[in-house]
T-cell receptor, first 115, second 113 residues
Framework: EAQVTQNPRYLITVTGKKLTVTCSQNMNHEYMSWYRQDPGLGLRQIYYSMNVEVTDKGDVPEGYKVSRKEKRNFPLILESPSPNQTSLYFC??????????????FGDGTRLSIL | LAKTTQPISMDSYEGQEVNITCSHNNIATNDYITWYQQFPSQGPRFIIQGYKTKVTNEVASLFIPADRKSSTLSLPRVSLSDTAVYYCLVGDSRMDSSYKLIFGSGTRLLVRP
């Protein structure tokens, strides 16, 4: 089954404790992206990757890092999490970098709470 | 800077047609317009995509006028299970040649019995 898998689904942690949210897709997609979703703000793009070793900032990249060492994986790293990063996070993938005309496949989300 | 605008919420009744409009004044020449549906605790799900005029699939239709500055998602004969948030998505080609995807703020559709 074609899917985007995020882990963990839920995490409560404390300020400053590094964490990683993993994202994996089994569709051999080139393009992957991370979004955060906050009440009243919709989905905002954090980082995206056009292919292996190619990443770029989205609209809200501050406080986040990503890497794309393998095509299927695109982890989101919070080196020093802060309470304002408490949010619902989604990973997505699409066939290639022509994202304007390619449907994106989304994971089920990761709810992070930073105390 | 592309910006999309949608109504915050809409109410409807089962069996009615629902039309949700999205404004995107600065859409780039090569951009498509894509709509997603999101249920609580789930990721957005692709509904339909188009470039101009009209596109129809098994769940919805998408109407795009000639100037492409807006688009309308049409859901025929909605049911209770269509209660969800609907997002309009266009690209955003920036002056620095970067390219970002912009989601609208979403329209919360409530379908009543």
């Amino acid at each position: 089954e074609a899917q985007v898998t995020q882990n963990p689904r839920y995490l409560i942690t404390v300020t400053g404790k590094k964490l990683t949210v993993t994202c994996s897709q089994n569709m051999n997609h080139e393009y992957m992206s991370w979004y955060r979703q906050d009440p009243g703000l919709g989905l905002r793009q954090i980082y995206y990757s056009m292919n292996v070793e190619v990443t770029d900032k989205g609209d809200v990249p501050e406080g986040y890092k990503v890497s794309r060492k393998e095509k299927r994986n695109f982890p989101l790293i919070l080196e020093s999490p802060s309470p304002n990063q408490t949010s619902l996070y989604f990973c997505a993938s699409s066939f290639d970098g022509q994202v304007s005309n390619q449907p994106q496949h989304f994971g089920d989300g990761t709810r992070l709470s930073i105390l | 800077l592309a910006k999309t605008t949608q109504p915050i919420s809409m109410d409807s009744y089962e069996g009615q047609e629902v039309n949700i409009t999205c404004s995107h004044n600065n859409i780039a020449t090569n951009d498509y317009i894509t709509w997603y549906q999101q249920f609580p605790s789930q990721g957005p799900r692709f509904i339909i995509q188009g470039y101009k005029t009209k596109v129809t699939n098994e769940v919805a239709s998408l109407f795009i006028p000639a100037d492409r500055k807006s688009s309308t998602l049409s859901l025929p004969r909605v049911s209770l299970s269509d209660t969800a948030v609907y997002y309009c998505l266009v690209g955003d080609s920036r002056m620095d040649s970067s390219y970002k995807l912009i989601f609208g703020s979403g329209t919360r559709l409530l379908v009543r019995p």
